[in-house]
């Protein structure tokens, strides 16, 4: 639209020119469609910046005549047709990232001839290094915990969609921040992301990264990596014997913390956009439930998910509501007193066609879980994935939660929705070590030992390689950010990191008709120490729900 009014503009000043009686024949003048597909070269549509990052342009113009030299004369601008700045007036310029935020260029070209102005938008987005990308923990020789860091960056390049080249967004790995953090404490366990209120405007921070280890849990502002929190200073009435939390769920209305004595610690948030605006009560939460397990999380907005789900010492499944909102047009982000925030949903009594086998008093063990919801999915009921042993075999099972009441109540239960399972072949299971899911794909990805497979569960088949990557060291972790778009020209990223020390990100090409699949490596590099965790870190939490890239 914006270019549309920038042309209409255009054309109105051109027959200006013309009812001026110009001495050029409008055969002559230099033309809009020319420009759109030739006009400028050497410039991308969009770039990301580090801030304090320069980039120089330099655009190859080439009008539809004159091409070779062209009487032209050339602006650049900064923002929108409304509010544009004038940065130079030369053909060459180097933009300087002082700011976070997504920005627009404007390169205008003049065939002075005619005075037709032709132009060109370059969107700049302007991040924090450690904003978006993969986070490493690893525990060093003396079992300090680590934190590094992969960068990366969005970046358009030319592909071919439909027969047609189109200009694209791709993400690209610029290189590793190493152990970011000093003295971050000892005995690493896991990597929590947790984030503000996602569609809250104008605030740079929108996420914090949650450290479990041996020495205490603590809190990582998301931009510059620093601690903000710690979470045995944030009780109210003293913090409980035996605290040693190993796992947690966050979120902007509360957070919940699993410690190895299996019982869970609560803290009710009250402001949105403030991570740390409410405390902890020395008191067990869920009146002293035994809890085994938290499974994986992402909120959303006021329209995003409610339901936190856990499975008790009895490997029952159960629910947490997290139903707190802000209201609407309130900039204080003030969670609104009226919500049920901890309180508890038993599971209802299950038919034989919901499997009560897999969510009550189930026998084996869970080794896998991964949140399973497909784009758009802080809108759906939680959908998970999970892989349970059992009896030396292995089965997936996905399904979806829910209340069983929209407006929650105390003493409402919680529903299943869905449930499909199935036994995963022997032959990518044996020597199992972990797994990823790639829930907008449908794909579930395991590793054992030191190999790769790509198992399509609906369809029940392993995938077929051409060639496999080979891995010297045994895998000890698996992480992957997914993407979904309209043209599916993007596929997820998967990193791998290995016992040695190495990472590895790939990009998963597949052909479910043909039942192959490729590992296109886009990075690779050793020196992370012994990793204990790999995540994909999307700074924003809107991202885990969204076929965004960046």
Known sequence: MKKILIYIFILLFTVGC?????NYDYKDLNDFANWDKNGVNNVKNSYTLYPDEEIRFEPKVRFSIDTLNPDASYAWYLGEEEKMTLLSDQLNYTYRAEQLGDFVLLFCATDNKSGVTFSKEIEVTVVAPWKN???ILSRSAGNESQLSLILSKKQSKTMVVDGKEQSKDTVVYVGEAMNVVPALGQGPRKLVENFIYPTASGIAVEDEVMVLQESGAVELDGNDLIPVGYAKNEFFDGVPDNFDPVDAVLSYGGKWLLSADNYIYQANLSVAI?????????????????????????????????????IDENNTYFGIMD???????????????????????????????????LFKNVEGEFVFHAWANSAGGHYAPPAYFSILRQ???????????????????????????????????????????????????????????NKLNIYNYWDKFIFNFASLPVFNSEIVGLAV????????????????ALKSGEVYVFEVKYDNAEQTAEFVELYHKDGFGEIVDIEYKFGNGSRPGSGGLY
């Open 133 to 135: 990308g993969w986070m």
């Open 274 to 310: 403030d991570l740390h605006s409410g405390f902890y009560l020395k008191d067990p939460s869920l009146n002293g439930k035994k809890v085994k397990a938290l499974l994986p999380y992402f909120k959303g907005d006021n329209y995003g998910n409610f339901l936190i789900v856990g």
């Open 18 to 22: 013309l009812d001026d009686k110009s």
């Open 481 to 496: 950010k997914d993407y979904d778009t309209y043209y599916k020209t993007l596929n997820a990223h998967l990193a791998v």
């Open 323 to 357: 139903d707190g909102e802000c209201a609407r047009d309130d900039n204080s982000y003030t969670i609104l007193p009226a919500n049920y925030i901890g309180s508890y949903l038993e599971l209802v009594n299950l038919s034989q066609d919901e499997h009560p086998f």
């Open 391 to 449: 009896n030396g075999n292995y089965y997936w099972h996905r399904y979806e939660l829910n209340r069983a009441n929209y407006s929650y109540k105390p003493g409402h239960k919680m529903i299943v929705e869905s449930s499909e399972y199935g036994e995963l072949p022997a032959s990518i299971m044996n020597d199992y070590r972990c797994a990823a899911l790639l829930p907008w794909q449908e794909l579930l990805v395991v590793a054992s030992g």
